[in-house]
Antibody, heavy 125, light 110 residues
Framework: EVQLVESGGGLEQPGGSLRLSCAAS????????MNWVRQAPGKGLEWVSA????????YYADSVKGRFAISRDNSKNTLYLQMNSLRAEDTAMYYC??????????????????WGQGTMVTVSS | QSALTQPASVSGSPGQSITISCTGT?????????VSWYQHHPGKAPKLIIY???SRPSGVSNRFSGSKSGNTASLTISGLQAEDEADYYC??????????FGGGTKLTVL
């Protein structure tokens, strides 16, 4: 079964940093773009970032641009999200999600067919 | 980029049909045929149920259907079942080369 498993969440102080990981299994990881989507407590889903299959193209929501960095290691089938200058409003469950489109480009259709169970990030002093 | 507008809640009885709307602008929903819908049971991973406005991924029941008119997309669930009770989110590509979700709609099966 195709699977995504996130890790790395936890409690961090405002201004601090965290790195999230997403381990993929049972599909050819490099053939698909990947995304991070978050959900703050009691709120809706918010798209955070996307990366192409090769890692050469990245995209960010305005709310995280300049503070977060998405990357991937295709040799380890792992997606990352480096989160710097954390703010209270970054508190959320963070999900990694696979793009449905084969080929690795970040397709404009933005359809995410496989999701992980999420990892919780809490930013508080 | 503002979130797409969805009703906070909808409800229906088993066997009935319901429709959830998703309103954006010409910069997102109205400008592209790239609207997706997700079903989210709290505590579980979201599930893609519609993409490209009206396409269903393999394995998704044909009770779920999508459409779009102008700046508003719609998700219709026919033959409501108890297990359909969940949160539903729409999403769309935007002219800013980003993706935006709706605020979510809680479906209650009476």
């Amino acid at each position: 079964e195709v699977q995504l498993v996130e890790s790395g969440g936890g409690l961090e102080q405002p201004g601090g940093s965290l790195r999230l990981s997403c381990a993929a299994s049972r599909f050819t990881f490099s053939n698909y773009a990947m995304n991070w989507v978050r959900q703050a407590p009691g709120k809706g889903l918010e798209w955070v970032s996307a990366i192409s299959g090769s890692g050469g193209s990245t995209y960010y929501a305005d709310s995280v641009k300049g503070r977060f960095a998405i990357s991937r290691d295709n040799s380890k089938n792992t997606l990352y999200l480096q989160m710097n200058s954390l703010r209270a409003e970054d508190t959320a469950m963070y999900y990694c999600a696979k793009d449905i489109t084969f080929g690795g480009v970040v397709a404009t259709r933005g359809a995410f067919d496989i999701w992980g169970q999420g990892t919780m990030v809490t930013v508080s002093s | 980029q503002s979130a797409l507008t969805q009703p906070a809640s909808v409800s229906g009885s088993p066997g009935q049909s319901i429709t959830i709307s998703c309103t954006g602008t010409s910069s997102d929903v109205g400008g592209y045929n790239y609207v997706s819908w997700y079903q989210h049971h709290p505590g579980k991973a979201p599930k893609l149920i519609i993409y490209d406005v009206s396409s269903r991924p393999s394995g998704v029941s044909n009770r779920f259907s999508g459409s779009k008119s102008g700046n508003t997309a719609s998700l219709t669930i026919s033959g409501l079942q108890a297990e359909d009770e969940a949160d539903y989110y729409c999403s769309s590509y935007t002219t800013s080369s980003t993706w935006v979700f709706g605020g979510g709609t809680k479906l209650t099966v009476l």
